[in-house]
């Protein structure tokens, strides 16, 4: 398999489940050329792991705690991805680091991995949004199209693409 995109997250969270809504941008504003896999990967943890092996690049898309303002953008890329962290980044790190580490020690990273996201400003019980990060979503957006375009993968805008980003929401559904 070429690249794959991976939209993470739990929609019942808050912020953290801005990786789904990206990913369900994508899926609504765009296709792709050649022909791109994106995944909706929730919560799947070690599930993920043969998706990622079978990947020669993976692009995560999540929100991610590094300290910055609410809704800042956060890009992290291969060794730069922790793997054996004891503090979290993100909510999903924990599956996350554990998968990376397990395809890290089998052999069988992709030969590039590379994690796109937001500061989060709320990570609690909620179906919505925060400002900040719903306001950083087009933006994120437009940093995963520049990413594939590198990787060789050419976007076509669907119409629906980059209109109405308030009318997405954590399932994201319009």
């Known amino acids: 398999m070429g690249a794959l995109v991976i939209g993470v997250g739990s929609p019942l ?6 990786g789904l809504a990206a990913l369900e941008a994508l899926r609504a ?3 792709f050329e050649p022909e791109l ?18 990947a020669s690049r993976v692009l995560i898309l999540d929100a991610i705690r590094a300290g ?7 890009r992290l890329e291969d060794d730069e991805i ?5 503090t979290k980044l993100s909510p999903h790190q924990i599956d996350l680091k554990e998968v990376l580490a ?19 400003a709320v990570v609690e019980m909620s179906a919505s ?9 087009p933006a994120l957006v437009a940093h995963v199209l520049e990413q594939l375009e590198r990787w060789g993968y050419r976007a076509t805008p669907t119409g629906a693409a980059e209109s109405d980003w308030s009318a997405f929401n954590l399932e994201g559904r319009r």
């Open 13 to 18: 969270m808050g912020d953290d489940g801005l």
């Open 82 to 86: 922790p793997r054996f962290f004891a």
């Open 102 to 120: 397990l395809a890290e020690l089998r052999g069988t990273l992709p030969e590039s991995t590379i994690v796109l996201g937001l500061e989060p």
């Open 129 to 137: 949004l925060s400002e900040a990060v719903r306001a950083g979503l």
């Open 37 to 54: 896999e994106l995944m909706d990967g929730g919560t799947w943890g070690m599930n993920l792991l043969p998706f990622i092996e079978s």
């Open 68 to 74: 910055g303002e609410p809704g800042g953008f956060v």
């Open 29 to 31: 504003g765009w296709t």
